[in-house]
């Protein structure tokens, strides 16, 4: 199976990357086309093809290393997860207490801003 990782990156920086390293590139780790599948469709050898890859799974890389987007969107969704998670806990507790109306706007308004936030 070819790496789920480089893929995420090319979803976050492909638009980086030449056309050229961009279509290899989906073909290769969207479509899961071969090598030569790919050589055969861009009308170059399978070691360009090869090479192509490799230099934009560098570019991604580095890309991910000076800006960390995506690291920093796995914190965002991760966060948003467990913020839901409370609410939902919270709002157990708060069900059969005095506060319950006067928590459950305040309860579902911060759900939707945590489910914003994993939708952006």
């Known amino acids: 199976m070819k790496d ?3 893929g995420r990156l090319f979803d976050f920086y492909g638009e980086i990357l030449t056309e ?14 071969s090598l030569a ?4 469709h861009a ?3 399978r070691q360009g ?8 799974e560098e570019v991604l890389c580095q890309m991910e290393e000076k800006l ?10 991760q966060a948003s997860e467990e913020i839901l998670s409370l609410c939902d806990k919270l709002g157990e507790i708060l069900l059969y207490t005095s506060y319950r ?3 459950e706007p305040l309860l579902e308004r911060i759900r939707e801003l945590a489910s914003q936030e994993t939708q952006d």
Do not use: P
Not at 20 to 33: H, S
């Open 43 to 45: 009308r170059i050898t």
């Open 20 to 33: 050229k390293q961009r279509d290899v590139f989906d073909l290769y780790y969207n479509a899961d086309l």
């Open 68 to 77: 960390g987007l995506m690291a920093q969107f796995d914190r965002r969704a």
């Open 4 to 6: 789920f990782h480089v």
């Open 49 to 56: 093809v090869r090479d192509s890859i490799k230099r934009g």
């Open 37 to 40: 599948e790919i050589s055969e």
């Open 101 to 103: 109306s006067a928590t």
